[in-house]
């Protein structure tokens, strides 16, 4: 999206630096403190930001999806960061390196970095509102708020998801998860089988979440001046 916001003149000039990828569930984008290598424009992909502690456990911060940019960091000018980023939800993005990312776009005039400035401020606001949703809000609530933001990101309503891994970004429990998820499916909000989450009331999904979800995404509406789901799925 934040590419589809270009100048047309603009997106023609950086088209040779973008790359079109498949990113597979799992894979690691970006590793704690080791150099950046690739900024990354999702499609249809969901990406995870975690902070992992010295006990091997970790618990998401941010997640990406077509809204943004994986790699805000070095648009930052940080050519490492301490945290974690890895594909939660399979799918296409446009990549490009770090060198003609600096290049191209954070070192000239380019009206990318207009959009990037507003989309860091939307996800690093995503950041702190997790922190305290982790802290103050029901598993429930936060399940519904996660899952709701996921289905906003991945644009289709089945996908490849273990109960595991949302344990992990929740930073619970997987028998936790499990019986909280059973509640949202036996509500007709979610359906999961055999690692496949499909959402069949996404609205519900809104209502049942925590205040968070509606601040968070209400961040990311400031980058396009108005509502991104919408735009997103036109």
């Given amino acids: 999206m934040l590419l589809a916001h270009l100048p047309k003149k603009e997106r023609k000039r950086l088209a040779p630096s973008l790359q079109p990828v498949e990113l597979e569930s799992r894979q690691i984008l970006i590793e704690p403190e080791e150099p950046i290598t690739h900024v990354y424009f999702p499609h249809d992909a969901v990406i995870s930001t975690t902070q992992q502690m010295k006990d091997g456990l970790a ?3 941010g997640l990406t999806g077509v809204e943004g940019l994986v790699g805000v960091q070095l648009w930052l000018r940080s050519r490492t960061t301490p945290t974690t980023t890895l594909v939660q939800i399979p799918g296409g993005a446009l990549r490009m390196s770090a060198k003609d990312f600096i290049r191209e776009v954070r070192d000239k005039p380019s009206p990318l970095n207009h959009l990037i400035a507003s989309y860091t401020h939307a996800f690093l606001s995503m ?6 949703c982790n802290r103050l809000h029901g598993l429930d609530q936060r399940l519904c ?3 709701r ?4 990101r991945v644009q289709r309503e089945e996908f490849p998801m273990r109960q595991e891994f949302i344990a992990q970004m929740l930073g619970v429990r997987r028998p936790t998860v499990s019986s909280t998820a059973n509640i949202l499916q036996q509500a007709g909000l979610i359906s999961y089988r055999r690692g496949r989450m499909s959402i069949l009331d996404p609205e519900g999904l809104k209502e049942g979440a925590c205040e968070c979800y509606g601040i968070i995404e209400a961040q990311v509406d400031k980058v396009f001046d ?3 789901i919408k735009l997103a799925r036109d």
């Fill in 59 to 61: 618990v998401e911060v």
């Fill in 127 to 132: 950041t702190a509102q997790v922190a305290a």
């Fill in 145 to 147: 708020r996660w899952l």
């Fill in 149 to 152: 933001m996921v289905y906003n």
């Fill in 226 to 228: 108005q509502p991104w």
